[in-house]
């Protein structure tokens, strides 16, 4: 049977996250269909198609569907449920807001957060902020899964050649009004799919300091996060966290800056590939998990790290 | 305006959990128990809600076991004026929980139910959002910002991006980020006096919905560990190593 995949994207481009939900259907079916809602579609509609794994493009073209608004979204999904025996959608704030509407339409009960998949309907999924590990079995009729974007690779976005379809708009009346999104610009990497984090915590103080670690992450070519001790304390907005209620990581470089570790961050960066911890406090639990760990105060070790890589990057010049 | 708060008995987030050597769950039996985080939030809004004189009344519930009246003694203590609670002798999966609060809703009548974005134990991120869609009542998940004027909402999400703000009316189904504001301790007056406040206990069966599990567990296992790093003694030595041993720079 077929998988449909829910696309995460800004009417513009598609979202990483929809590239690493796609890998995790190509493991249920080779029959995978990618259903696009929003506004003003056509381009990125027709870009979609080349996707490798994709077989079918469904779009749902409405002026209504700009600003993604889940009750708009859920129905739509639901009425052409029948006939899939998966719907995916990744497991960010896009889709969990939306798929577990689904859920109650289709009276089915969703799996989160899967970063695992066993068989068709045998999946793995992290609990309690990823310190037990959970494997988990149904015989639903349609399973639907959000999909921890960080456990799936992305797929190949050539060599396809999916064919194009329009999926019928379902007018709801909606009460939830768009106003607008208070987006941060940067230049830098996408935190949840960077090859190299810099994260900082509670040990930066406050909001200024943490142009170390932008001076930094530049120099790496990295993205900037933080801990929910900083965010909390106004340092940084909230896009930045990493953590059990944040966002998840997982980078082949993660470089934990005045961050203790508290487990609910952990759950964040665990399964980054190298784990480097810079806290002046040797007793901070981070660095039981870290692979380098580097007992300093790091408003001395940030700029000295920058001074050294700077001297790398010139004896290789 | 009636208010009601879904509040849910979890691990303390303090604790460092244990999986049962059978590897058929966490180790819940003598662990320290507590309100999920992110529905003291909610909790804290009610209450703030009803000191604003926004709401008239506020109600919490909990689904579980009997030992679940803790917190709803804790939700009291903080301000909630009354609570429900709905027996069942096993953790339900989100869909029944929503289903079981849309029971309880239909009695109750609130304008708007406030809850936690996520439980800690299981982290599903559901229960809210399947609500809203039962009732056909708007959502508004992982708020850091709520006011309400008359019948009017207007709210600030956390989204991945950043914050996106909406506007939305009564009633509602809100889910709260921990970011959305700095939960009272109870104080010991308030913990005296919260033990007299009214707790009306219900069985889930009574309610006539299905709550069997639809997802069997089959095995719940330690997550890998990751093995002991070492310490570097400088800068120029952490340098070295990320460049000539882990190569990552």
């Known amino acids: 049977m077929a998988v449909l995949v829910i696309a995460e994207h800004d009417n513009n481009i598609l979202k990483t996250s929809t590239l690493n939900t796609i890998t995790a259907a190509a493991k249920l079916s080779d029959d995978i269909h990618l259903l696009i809602l929003g506004k003003d579609i056509e381009t990125l509609s027709n870009n979609a198609k080349t996707i490798h794994p994709i077989k079918k493009i469904l779009k749902c073209d409405n002026s209504k569907l700009e600003n993604f608004i889940p009750e708009l979204s859920a129905p739509i999904i639901s009425n052409i449920a029948n006939g899939y025996s998966h719907i995916l959608a990744p497991a960010s704030t896009f889709g969990k807001n939306l798929l577990p509407r689904v859920s109650a339409l289709l009276d089915v009960t969703q799996i989160s957060d899967v970063i695992e998949i066993k068989s068709e309907n045998t999946f793995v999924r992290p609990i309690y902020a990823g310190n037990a590990i959970s494997h988990v079995e149904t015989n639903q009729n349609i399973n639907l899964l959000t999909i921890r974007p960080t456990s799936f690779e992305k797929c190949e976005e050539t060599g396809g050649g999916a064919s194009l379809e329009d999926v019928q708009f379902i007018d709801s009346d909606v009460k939830t009004i768009f106003i607008g999104r208070e987006v941060s610009k940067s230049d830098r990497p996408e935190l949840g799919n960077a090859r190299i984090v810099v994260s900082g915590g509670r040990g930066m103080e406050n909001s200024e300091n943490f142009n170390l670690l932008y001076d930094l992450a530049d120099k790496l070519n990295a993205a900037v996060g933080a801990s929910r001790a900083a965010v909390d304390a106004g340092y940084i907005g909230n896009e930045y966290q990493v953590g059990q209620t944040g966002k998840m990581v997982a980078p082949e470089l993660y470089i934990a800056v005045g961050i203790s570790g508290a487990i609910q961050h952990l759950a964040g960066m665990k399964e980054s590939k190298v784990i480097v911890a810079i806290n002046k406090d040797t007793e901070a639990p981070i660095f039981n998990i870290a692979d380098y760990g580097l007992s300093s105060d790091l408003f001395q070790a940030i700029p000295e790290i920058i001074k050294e890589l700077n001297l790398l990057n010139k004896l290789e010049s | ?249």
């Open chain 2, 1 to 249: 305006m009636k208010v009601l708060v879904a509040v849910k008995r979890v691990v303390d987030y303090k604790v460092q959990i244990r999986v049962k050597s059978d590897n058929s769950g966490v180790e819940t039996q003598n662990v320290k128990m507590s309100v999920n985080p992110p529905d003291e939030n909610a909790i804290e809004e009610a209450v703030k809600l009803k000191e604003q004189g926004i709401a008239t009344e506020t109600v919490a519930i909990s689904i579980g076991d009997e030992k679940s009246q803790d917190v709803l003694r804790t939700s009291m203590a903080m301000g909630i004026d009354r609570s429900i609670l709905v027996k069942t002798p096993n953790s339900l999966e989100p869909l029944a929980v929503a289903k079981t609060l849309s029971k309880i809703i239909e009695k109750e009548n609130p304008d708007l139910v406030l809850m936690g974005k996520q439980a800690i134990d299981d982290d599903s991120n559901q229960t809210g959002q399947i609500l809203s869609a039962l009732l056909g009542w708007p959502q508004a998940c992982f708020i850091s910002d709520l006011k309400i004027e008359g019948n009017k909402l207007s709210i600030s999400r956390e989204i991945d991006e950043g914050i996106e703000k909406i506007e939305s009316s009564l009633p509602a189904v809100i889910t709260c980020d921990l970011r959305l504001n700095t939960p009272r301790f109870a104080s010991l007056p308030n913990i005296m006096k919260a033990k007299k406040k009214p707790l009306d206990i219900i069985d889930v069966s009574s309610l006539g919905i299905d709550t069997d599990p639809k997802i069997k567990i089959i095995r719940v296992e330690e997550p890998p560990k990751r093995k002991a790093g070492i310490m570097v003694n400088d800068v120029k030595e952490l340098v070295e190593k990320l460049k000539y041993e882990a190569k990552v720079i």
